[in-house]
T-cell receptor
């Protein structure tokens, strides 16, 4: 079956530091890949997505590249802000009829001023 | 901007009681989902719903669970006889229908079973 593995947190960084959150996946076929973010007390918001190999998703300074050869979709940001503190979830959809999402365990990011 | 809404935000119930969690998906969306997140754990898929029937369900979605779209706007999740281990955050999501569309999530209902 499908699975997503992401680095455990919490990740604690100072403001303006570089962020990488690793994500690898196992899937049959050609999944679409997503990063969702959950701010404290809120639901899940789509941060970015990539639908095929070598696609780069980007939004709000965050980027992730769909690497089929390494089955990875690592999240990066060049300079984090305190407002980026949240839990980040990597997820995949195998693009079948239901398009259910399979999530990783989530990584809590804490950014200190 | 259209959004998915869920009510209530927090539900406390006693073990063995029935609960109904309500969701209003985005109006022109065709696919609807329920997920749950036990505290500190992964977000897990429960069920997907399309064209007034279940299209996929997980092992978690046993006979105690049911879903319904009683009218043109609401999408409900019913748990017939709640157990302590049903305590979790339940998220509703909807999707418009093209093959790689994102799912839009509601804010969640926190269910506490005592």
């Amino acid at each position: 079956g499908n699975s997503v593995t992401q680095m455990e947190g919490p990740v604690t960084l100072s403001e303006e530091a570089f962020l990488t959150i690793n994500c690898t996946y196992t899937a049959t076929g050609y999944p679409s890949l997503f990063w969702y973010v959950q701010y404290p007390g809120e639901g899940l918001q789509l941060l970015l997505k990539a639908t095929k190999a070598d696609d780069k998703g980007s939004n709000k300074g965050f980027e992730a590249t769909y690497r089929k050869e390494t089955t990875s979709f690592h999240l990066e940001k060049g300079s984090v802000q305190v407002s980026d503190s949240a839990v980040y979830f990597c997820a995949l959809s195998d693009n079948n009829a239901g398009n259910m999402l399979t999530f990783g365990g989530g990584t809590r990011l804490m950014v200190k001023p | 901007e259209p959004e998915v809404t869920q009510t209530p935000s927090h539900q406390v119930t006693q073990m063995g009681q029935e609960v109904i969690l309500r969701c209003v998906p985005i109006s022109n969306h065709l696919y609807f989902y329920w997920y749950r997140q036990i505290l500190g754990q992964k977000v897990e898929f429960l069920v997907s719903f399309y064209n007034n029937e279940i299209s996929e369900k997980s092992e978690i979605f046993d006979d105690q669970f049911s879903v319904e779209r009683p009218d043109g706007s609401n999408f409900t999740l019913k748990i017939r006889s709640t157990k302590l281990e049903d305590s979790a955050m339940y998220f509703c999501a909807s999707r418009s229908g093209t093959s790689v569309d994102e799912q839009y999530f509601g804010p969640g209902t926190r269910l506490t079973v005592t």
